[in-house]
């Protein structure tokens, strides 16, 4: 077979799974909106009181009842729905009483910030203790480590969250408290990305930076454990699979070192695997990420959508709800297309 | 004893009943040996006995106030402390022992059979309704679990119930896909197509057949869900969306506790040990079951 061949070949896989993954995003997207407008404009005795709250007037009743069209057959109410939905329009939020899109485009950032240093605590440490534990199967290390990841099934974020303030922060007073930074460092850095430890980084503001990390390292960390714990189990199963394999007695009996058959022939090939594990968790951590929140009062989409839900602020509970969930959908979808191009076999 | 397990482990059991209960032996001996799954079970059992008992167990009423006795730390009198209206904490989390296991229970009983309905039925007959049932179950499936329950419990009101119905309603596509795995295996199969030709009707292969043959590892997912429910529900709670004041629910506790928290660290602290205490028993068992029942599986949930 020449190169070339091969190379078309490896296009047109990737081409196909591109294509299915842009249809079956889409269709999944639609199944959301489907199920976000069934839980506004179904479920309600009546949608337009839940939209605007029960404070309103008459008049904004009115105008909020024309605006929504629930006068036309569900199937154009749904429609008119997801083109509003497409052109960024959420509606408006009661207890705000701004656009929704815009207060999640302010808000999401801190949560993603969260997210991503979590997941990276989550990686750093649950994958080499899965590998660990695989490598020592059946031993005291493997039963320690299987009880401390499934603790991370077990244990509320919530409850982990107050302890762990009650802890860290109250008693031994290691790391700051709730909120993104002090408040007398709030406002002080130009927002650019709307990342805390970005932004200070890019304006050369360390003392903010310290702050932010200080304050972020905590929450951080505790939502970091909850994907630890799927990570190393996952890793471990992984590995379990791939070190039961011949070639890794092969590679035993012809006296290659331990270490180099764990991490060169073991893990390896569990490295693709692994991508779609991190994607899974990483949409968890955004999911995860609004016990926390609330928790810590950290200004992310996850304390938005609990006080939109004490407000009874349907609007903006539904607009995080779908932000929520198109990050989550497209996170798995991705992590599924990136198996499928990268692994050996699809080649 | 020697005869009975002679009887139970006997290679040609007289009735299906022997047969039966020669399975369950088995299982429950293998099961034995694993110590996790035994320390689950055992905890499971604690929680049974805890929520039938409650009353002769809890040393006070769950809800009677002492204003007097308003937080105080655990001693003697009260091994977990009183709350801010005197209350003792640890009569209220046996009391929530019952509302935990009315909730995992009736969240099961909703979601397993209704994910196995669906599974089944996808599988069975394959074509244009496994495409329709499947589609919507994977849209379902990528949906993020906690959040959905969230905006649910919003549009139907806080309550207890309300919270038991949106977890019941994001739980069930795990199991549609279980079903329908296992459907697959063997809907081909000799046995199915002979229950065909004696002329059964696809509700009653479905029914008897295809559903009796999904139920093991579809107990094994369940009892491995439990522990994410249980915190769903406790989630639900301490946002004030499932259970409501004065119910001890453990999750709402631990909400009225955060008020607290830097003083009185018990109130928050107590009711949480409850809920990791539960959980890692259904995790344990969970994985013991998994070992014992569907050795294919590990690893997989």
């Known amino acids: 077979m020449s190169m070339q061949m091969i190379t078309s070949r490896r296009f047109w896989a990737i081409l196909r799974a591109t294509v299915g993954f842009v249809i079956v995003t889409l269709l999944t997207f639609v ?39 629930l006068d036309r ?81 077990s244990v509320p974020a919530f409850w982990l969250g107050l302890v762990g303030l009650v802890l860290f922060y109250a008693t031994l007073g290691w790391v700051s408290g709730p909120g993104r930074v002090d408040i007398f460092y709030e406002g002080l850095v130009e927002q650019r990305t709307g990342l805390m430890l970005v932004d200070s980084a890019l304006s050369g503001d360390w003392d903010v930076f310290w702050n932010a990390l200080d304050h972020l390292i905590l929450p951080a960390t505790i939502l970091g454990f909850f994907s630890l714990a799927y990570i190393a189990r996952m890793t471990r199963s992984f590995m379990l699979d791939q070190l039961g394999q011949e070639y890794i007695t092969t590679a035993r009996v012809k006296g290659v070192s331990e270490w180099r058959v764990i991490w ?59 932000v929520i969930g198109s990050v989550f959908i497209l996170i798995n979808k991705m992590s599924d297309v990136l198996y499928r191009i990268l692994d050996p076999r699809s080649r | 004893m020697t005869n009975m397990q002679s009887w139970l482990l006997d290679d040609s059991p007289q009735s299906r009943m022997q047969a039966n209960l020669g399975n369950s032996y088995r299982m429950l001996r293998a099961l034995l040996r694993n110590p996790l799954a035994v320390v689950g079970a055992i905890i499971l059992l604690l929680l049974v006995f805890a929520a039938l008992f409650a009353p002769w167990i809890a040393p006070h009423s769950p809800l009677g106030q002492d204003l007097g ?23 209220r989390v046996i009391f929530g022992a019952r509302i935990t296991l009315m909730i995992v229970a009736l969240v099961a009983i909703i979601s397993a059979p209704l994910g196995l309905i669906i599974g089944a039925v996808s599988g069975y007959f394959g074509g244009w309704t496994d495409k329709v049932l499947m589609g919507v179950t994977d849209v379902f499936l990528s949906m ?45 199969s000799e046995f199915i197509a002979a229950t065909r ?92 079951l998994r070992d014992v029942l569907d050795p294919k599986q590990e690893g997989k949930s």
């Open chain 2, 144 to 188: 993020p679990k906690l959040i959905l329950a969230l905006a649910f419990v919003a549009a139907l009101g806080p309550g207890i119930e309300n919270a038991i119905i949106a977890i019941a309603i994001t739980s069930w596509p795990a199991y549609a896909r279980i079903a329908r795995a296992e459907t697959l295996t063997f809907r081909n």
């Open chain 2, 197 to 288: 030709l004696v002329g059964a009707s696809h509700t009653r292969i479905i029914m008897r057949h295809v559903l009796p043959l999904c139920t093991s590892s579809m107990i094994v997912r369940v009892t491995l869900d439990m522990a994410g429910i249980i915190l769903t529900a406790a989630g639900l709670g301490f946002l004030g969306l499932g259970a409501q004041p004065p119910l001890p629910e453990w999750g709402a506790m631990i909400s009225r506790g955060r008020t607290f928290i830097l003083d009185q660290w018990w109130v928050a602290t107590m009711p949480g040990f409850a809920i990791i205490l539960v959980s890692l028993g259904f995790c344990f068992l969970g994985d013991g």
């Open chain 1, 264 to 322: 060169v022939h073991g893990f390896r090939p569990i490295r693709v695997q692994l991508i779609t594990v991190i994607g899974l968790s990483y949409a968890a951590l955004l999911e995860g990420s609004v016990m926390i929140e609330t928790v810590f009062s950290w200004p992310g989409i996850g304390n938005y959508l609990t006080v939109a839900l004490l407000n009874a602020d349907m609007n903006a509970v539904l607009g995080s709800t779908l």
């Open chain 1, 31 to 69: 199944g959301l909106l489907a199920i976000t407008f069934f839980i506004g404009r179904v479920i309600p005795i009546d949608p337009v009181l839940s939209v605007v709250g029960d404070r309103a007037t008459q008049e904004q009743y009115d105008i909020a009842k024309i605006a929504m069209g």
């Open chain 2, 69 to 91: 006795a308003r937080l105080l730390p655990p001693s003697a009198a009260h091994w977990m402390g009183t709350d801010e209206l005197g209350r003792d904490i640890l009569s």
């Open chain 1, 73 to 153: 057959p569900l199937i154009i109410q749904f429609v008119n729905y997801v083109g509003d939905v497409f052109q960024g329009d959420l509606g408006r939020s009661v207890s705000t009483n701004r656009p929704v899109a815009s207060d999640l485009a302010r808000v999401f950032p801190a949560t993603l910030e969260m997210a991503t240093l979590g997941i990276a605590i989550g990686v750093g440490l649950g994958v080499p203790l899965g590998v660990w534990a695989a490598a020592r199967k059946g031993t005291w290390v493997d039963q320690i480590i299987r009880v401390f990841a499934l603790l991370g099934y």
